[in-house]
C-alpha cells in the first residue's frame, strides 16, 4: 500500500520545483510557502486524527479515507495553470496523508513486538522509499517519452488506484486494536516529560529540515539536467529503500538514541556538502549520503516515539509527534525560501547542517531511552 501510493506521489514531487519555476514562474519563497503550509495543514489533522483513531478503537477507517482523498485529487496538480493552484492541490493532498499517517503508525506498533519495533518501522520506510524509486522511474519514463510534465502529473492516478485497493483488500483489521479498549481518560492524559523532552529536540532539527524540494533545485543550480531529476531522486530512494531496514534494526541493537544521533550528524555534514557543491556528481554523491540519515534516523525516530508513550494513547503520541514536525514545516522552508533568495543557497542550507548537529547533542543530554 506505501510503496505503490509513494510511487504516485513522486511522479510528481522532484519536477514540481521545476513545474514552478520554469512553467509557473514561481521562485524559491514561493516553493517554500506551498511545502510549508501544506505540511502545517497535515500536521494539525494528524493530532486530531490520531487522538480519534484511540477513541474510534479502529485504525483502517481513518487511513482508508487519507488514503482516498490525496488519490483523488493529486492528478488535478496537471490543470494547473497559476502558483495558487499548485498550493490548493497539495494542501488537498497533505489533508490527506494527515488523516492516514497517526492511525497507520499507531496500527503498526500495535502488532510488532516491542523489541523490533526499529526494524519494523525502518522496513515500512524502505517500502515507501521503494515506492519512490518506482515513482521517479516513471516519471523520467513518461517525461522521456511524452515530453509533457502534464501528462506525466496525470498518470499518477494509475498508481494511486492500485495503493487504495492494497488498502481495501490486503490490509486487515478484523478486531480493534488491543490498546484502543482501554483508551477515553488514557487517551486524553497529558504527554509524558520524556516524551515532551523528545518531541522539543525534535521541533529543534525540524526548523532546520525544510523540504527536500530546495535539494533537488539545488541539484539543478550545479548542474543537474531537468531530464535526470527524476533518476537522481529515484537513486536518492534506492539507497533509503536499501539501508532503511537495517538502519530501524540497528536502534534494535545499539539504542534508539543514539541511532537517531548518528542520523542527524549525517544530515549536517550532507547538508554541508550541498552548500558547497559545485558539479552535477557531486550532487549524486550527496543524494547517496543524504539517503543515510534516513535510514539511520526514520525507523529509530517511531519506535523511540512508541517506546515513550502509553499504549492506550499511543494514536495521540504519534499524532502530537506528526503535528508538531509537521507545524514547523511552514517556518522551515519560509526561513530557508527567504534566505535562499535573499543571500543564496550556502547560507541557507549551513543553517539546516548547523541545527541538526544542535539537535544531535540535545537528544543525547536530554531524553531518556525509554
Not at 556528481?281 to 525507523?299: D, K, M, P, T
Not at 499524532?319 to 527567504?338: M, R
Not at 547560507?347 to 531518556?368: F, Q
Request: hydrophobic fraction near 55%.
Amino acid at each position: 500500500m506505501s510503496l505503490l501510493n509513494d510511487a504516485s506521489s513522486e511522479m510528481i514531487y522532484p519536477l514540481l520545483p521545476s513545474f514552478l519555476a520554469s512553467t509557473l514562474h514561481a521562485g524559491p519563497a514561493f516553493l517554500g510557502l506551498v511545502e510549508g503550509l501544506a505540511e502545517s495543514v497535515a500536521a494539525l489533522l494528524k493530532l486530531i486524527s490520531g487522538r480519534a483513531s484511540d477513541h474510534l478503537a479502529r485504525r483502517k477507517p481513518l487511513v482508508l479515507a487519507g488514503y482516498l482523498l490525496s488519490t483523488g485529487v493529486r492528478p488535478w496538480i496537471a490543470l494547473a495553470v497559476q502558483p495558487a493552484h499548485v498550493l490548493l492541490v497539495r494542501l488537498a493532498d497533505r489533508v490527506g496523508k494527515g488523516v492516514r499517517s497517526a492511525p497507520r503508525d499507531a496500527l503498526l506498533a500495535a502488532v510488532t513486538p516491542a523489541a523490533d519495533r526499529g526494524r519494523a518501522f525502518g522496513f515500512h520506510r524502505a517500502m515507501d522509499h521503494s515506492g519512490a524509486v518506482l515513482g521517479s522511474l516513471l516519471a523520467a519514463f513518461a517525461l522521456w517519452a511524452t515530453g509533457d510534465l502534464r501528462l506525466t502529473f496525470a498518470l499518477c492516478a494509475l498508481p494511486g488506484i492500485l495503493s487504495v485497493a492494497a488498502l481495501v483488500f490486503g490490509v486487515e483489521e478484523s478486531a480493534p486494536a488491543p490498546e484502543a479498549r482501554q483508551a477515553g481518560a488514557a487517551a486524553r492524559a497529558p504527554l509524558g516529560r520524556p516524551l515532551k523532552a523528545y518531541l522539543a529536540v525534535l521541533a529543534v532539527f525540524t526548523l532546520g529540515n525544510s523540504s527536500d524540494v530546495f535539494l533537488l533545485l539545488r541539484a539543478q543550480e550545479a548542474g543537474v539536467e531537468l531530464v535526470a531529476v527524476p533518476l537522481l531522486w529515484a537513486f536518492h530512494h534506492v539507497v533509503k529503500a536499501a539501508l532503511g531496514t537495517h538502519g530501524g534494526a540497528l536502534s534494535d541493537r545499539i539504542g534508539r538514541r543514539r541511532a537517531i544521533a548518528l542520523g542527524f550528524l549525517a544530515y549536517a555534514l550532507t547538508y554541508l556538502g550541498f552548500a558547497v557543491a559545485g558539479a552535477a556528481w557531486q550532487i549524486w554523491l550527496l543524494f547517496a549520503a543524504y539517503g543515510l540519515y534516513f535510514a539511520l534516523s526514520e525507523g529509530a525516530e517511531k519506535a523511540l516515539l512508541a517506546q515513550l508513550s502509553p499504549a492506550a494513547s499511543r494514536g495521540a503520541a504519534f499524532g502530537a509527534h506528526h503535528a508538531l514536525t509537521g507545524a514547523l514545516l511552514l517556518p522551515a522552508s519560509l526561513l530557508t525560501g527567504w534566505l535562499w533568495q535573499a543571500h543564496g543557497s550556502a547560507l541557507a542550507l549551513g543553517l539546516g547542517a548547523g541545527l541538526a548537529l544542535v539537535s544531535g547533542l540535545l537528544l543525547l543530554t536530554l531524553v531518556p531511552e525509554s
